[in-house]
């Protein structure tokens, strides 16, 4: 089946540095990549939606300038949180799509747990 | 995309079967139930998604009333393995769309 991998799978930094996250499809080419944030005993919340060789489009509420996504190849999309503040401090995953398949199954990574100091 | 209406928690037996209902009483025609499930600390995982007749894989069974504004997912025989979050989703497909979530059933499978 398809594996999305992301790196790393846990991360402490501190208060006000940056922090890049990785997602990779391995096996597979994903035109879209999701961005997902889950706080504890709650449910996932998309954070923003990536496609290859554009710009992440956002969801309400969530700072473009502070979740930098790149999404520069059919196999890699990045996110970058800057200036990272304890309350970023979540459990990030992010998803990718195939391409070419008709129902779209989104399969997921394992998931980076951020923590901030 | 329709809301789900789940029940917050659920227990089992192991090596029982675990039947966890889902209402989606709004669904339109073109849209799919997905069920997906996450184990506490890791990422989602895809189990099945059907339109309208139900569905087996090695995973789980789908049943989808006639009326398709329910449907039950089936874990045959349960085991402690299977204790997770279950999420189930519906949405259309043919289109690359984000998954919303709702809160899920935790499925507890006891020994």
């Known amino acids: 089946g398809a594996v999305v991998s992301q790196h790393p799978s846990r991360v402490i930094c501190k208060s006000g540095t940056s922090v890049k996250i990785e997602c990779r499809s391995l096996?597979?080419?994903?035109?879209?990549m999701f961005w997902y944030r889950q706080f504890p005993k709650q449910s996932l919340m998309l954070m923003a939606t990536s496609n290859e060789g554009s710009k992440a489009t956002y969801e309400q509420g969530v700072e473009k300038d502070k979740f930098l996504i790149n999404h520069a190849s059919l196999t890699l999309s990045t996110l970058t949180v800057t200036s990272a503040h304890p309350e970023d401090s979540s459990f990030y995953i992010c998803?990718?799509?195939?391409?070419?398949?008709?129902?779209?199954?989104?399969?997921f990574g394992p998931g980076t747990r951020l923590t901030v100091t | 995309d329709a809301k789900t209406t789940q029940p917050t928690s659920m227990d089992c037996a192991e090596g029982r079967a675990a039947n966890l209902p889902c209402n989606h009483s709004?669904?339109?025609?073109?849209?799919?139930v997905y069920w997906y499930r996450q184990i506490h600390s890791q990422g989602p995982q895809y189990i099945i998604h059907?339109?309208?007749n139900n569905e087996t894989n090695e995973m789980a069974s789908l049943i989808i009333t006639e009326d398709r504004k329910s449907s039950t997912l089936i874990l045959p025989h349960a085991t402690l393995r299977d204790t997770a979050v279950y999420y189930c989703i519906v949405r259309f497909s043919g289109s690359a769309r984000q998954l919303t979530f709702g809160s899920g059933t935790q499925l507890t499978v006891l020994p």
């Open positions: 096996d597979f080419q994903a035109t879209t």
């Open positions: 998803s990718a799509t195939q391409v070419g398949t008709g129902f779209n199954e989104q399969y």
């Open positions: 709004t669904i339109s025609g073109n849209e799919y």
């Open positions: 059907g339109l309208k």
